[in-house]
């Protein structure tokens, strides 16, 4: 049998600093939905998440606990997977960097380095920003304020190790030159060229000696490991580089997607990168920066008291609804507003009206017109049936572009081009006129061409809806695998034959009350965590 093709995919490790919000989740749902996709396209998909656990701010967060970093560490990580198990996220391995396995790697890495020269010893003047584990210059700040976050900084001075980042920097910018595919979104990468390339790329402090939640350096124990470099390496630890095992390592690199929010984009775009090319080791394919979900009225944030969790999501709306909120509120290349108002109103809208009733509608009309028998293809009996056939396809195709640039919650607008579509096609059609004026072979054609669609649809929306996909093919009857792959997207199968569907249809999602569910929405999303 042939060997299917690898794609590794990455979300960034999170800090574990406290409980994830929906915003935090973005990245993992969009993560899963690509390699829920990348799968039914028939590739190897390999996706890996974890937890970013050292550094100060960790520390911090710790002692604020009461707890021994490690302890706090371990608790959130059960946190972290109970959430992941949630959203169904299908996650092939979860790294933790206090891992034996990838601090033992991460100390090989920064030897390397300190041996080959790139790492070299001086000391470290500047402003530094806890909460970010980042050190500025004064033109980098923003009024003064940490240019990532808004935070204060504080002057600090240490002992340090360098990266030598200059020597890399004329690498770094040919290699964007030759793979026009690395930077997802383009205007990013001038971004990093403007903003951070062209100014003069500073070297990179990559030690600390003021804290000691961290991997030490092994030959000058005193340091750890800066965080940034410790987690980058995540990537390459979980597939055991380096290690005595190391097959996943030369299965699955170089990575196909790494996607990361846009606040580590300089991290993912320039350092990582570099710290690749010193390793003599191939670089990702692309890396995606997505935007972020605000609110109203900006940032989520714990004083506001504006922050949404995912459980307060799913557990009244379900998992399928909260997701796609998520895929669609963000275009990836824009940030994206959560409002109770917005949400209910998508959920009222696309879910209920333009994707439930499709399949209320056709469920209904199968089963009162021809006992849940799906009529045969009959040829195009309608004008409109060619129509919508040709429309299926093509829309199938923009949905295709569009994941090929990542951009979900485009694809998914395709999903819902073809969903208006179909609904347009029943009101055009008007199979309760074709039934009653007997005009069998015009309404066989257009409840062939709905189920079919229908079916499309369900087999398109598996990746991101994975549950009402499935709902949908056991209401059309449709049990056989072949009828819920990629390959049976290929064409309009004319068998249908063996699909009887259900007698009453299930409604997928039930209209909300719109005032009482904004009101719970606002109520709940004011709860701090416990
Ligand atoms: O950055 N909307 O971890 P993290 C969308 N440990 N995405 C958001 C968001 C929002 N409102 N808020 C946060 C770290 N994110 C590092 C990564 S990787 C080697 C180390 C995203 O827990 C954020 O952009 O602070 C990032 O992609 C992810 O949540 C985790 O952030």
Redesign the pocket.
């Known amino acids: 049998m042939q060997e299917k093709e690898t794609f590794y995919i990455t979300?960034?490790?999170?800090?574990p600093?406290g409980k994830f919000?929906i915003?935090?989740a973005?990245?993992t749902v969009i993560a899963d939905s690509l390699k829920r996709y990348k799968k039914l396209q028939g590739y190897d998909a390999y996706l890996l998440t974890g937890l970013?656990e050292h550094g100060q701010k960790i520390e911090t967060v710790a002692k604020e606990h009461n707890m021994q970093p490690q302890n706090y560490v371990d608790n959130m990580a059960v946190e972290a997977k109970k959430l992941w198990e949630k959203l169904n996220i299908e996650y092939d391995d979860f790294i933790r960097t206090t891992e034996d396995r990838h601090t033992k790697i991460a100390q090989k890495i920064f030897d390397y380095f300190m041996d080959t020269g790139d790492i070299y010893k001086g000391e470290y003047e500047g402003l530094y920003c806890t909460p970010c584990e980042t050190f500025f210059t004064e033109t980098q700040l923003v009024n003064g304020k940490c240019p990532d976050c808004g935070r204060d900084v504080k002057p600090m001075k240490e002992e340090a190790y360098f990266f030598n980042m200059k020597k890399y920097a004329q690498k770094l910018l040919e290699f964007y030159d030759t793979h026009p595919d690395f930077i997802k979104p383009e205007y990013r990468k001038t971004e990093m060229i403007n903003n951070f390339i062209k100014p003069g790329l500073e070297d990179l402090c990559v030690s600390r000696t003021s804290f000691d939640w961290g991997i030490p350096v092994k030959k000058d124990p005193k340091h750890v490991i800066y965080v940034?470099l410790d987690?980058?390496t995540?990537?390459l630890t979980a597939l055991g580089y380096l290690s005595e095992d190391d097959h996943l390592f030369q299965k699955y690199w170089p990575a196909s997607v790494q996607?990361?929010?846009?606040?580590?984009a300089r991290?993912?775009l320039i350092y990582w990168p570099i710290f690749l090319i010193a390793l003599g080791l191939e670089i990702p394919k692309t890396i995606l920066v997505?935007?972020?979900?605000?609110m109203k009225d900006g940032?989520?944030s714990k004083s506001k008291g504006n922050i949404v969790y995912p459980e307060l999501l799913i557990d009244r709306y379900g998992l399928d609804a909260t997701k796609y909120f998520l895929l669609k509120a963000?275009p990836v290349s824009q940030d994206g507003v959560f409002s109770p108002e917005e949400f209910v109103e998508r959920f009222n809208i696309d879910l209920c009206n333009d994707l439930g009733n499709l399949v209320n509608r056709t469920i209904g009309m199968i089963n009162k017109y021809y006992n849940g028998k799906v009529p045969e293809y009959n040829g195009h009996q309608n004008e409109q049936d060619e129509e919508i056939e040709r429309t299926i396809k093509k829309q199938k195709l923009e949905f295709e572009d569009r994941m090929k640039e990542l951009q979900f919650s485009n694809a998914l607008s395709e999903i819902w081009g073809i969903i208006t579509r179909c609904n347009k096609y029943i009101d055009e059609t008007a199979p309760w006129i074709l039934a009653k004026q007997e005009e069998k072979e015009k309404l066989d054609s257009v409840m062939y061409h709905l189920v079919e669609s229908l079916r499309f649809v369900a087999v398109l929306l598996q990746p991101f809806m994975p549950d009402t996909a499935k709902s949908i093919f056991e209401q059309l009857g449709v049990e056989n695998a072949d009828y819920k792959t990629w390959e049976s997207i290929k064409e309009f199968y004319k068998d249908l034959k063996q699909i009887t569907v259900t007698k009453t249809g299930t409604p997928l999602f039930v209209r909300l009350n719109k005032e009482e569910e904004i009101d719970y929405i606002k109520t709940n999303m004011k709860a701090l965590p416990k």
């Not at 996607?259 to 580590?264: A, E, L, P, T, Y």
């Open positions: 979300t960034p490790i999170y800090y600093s919000h915003g935090t973005y990245t970013d940034w987690a980058l995540n990537y996607i990361v929010g846009k606040d580590i991290f993912h997505h935007n972020w979900i605000m940032k989520m963000v």
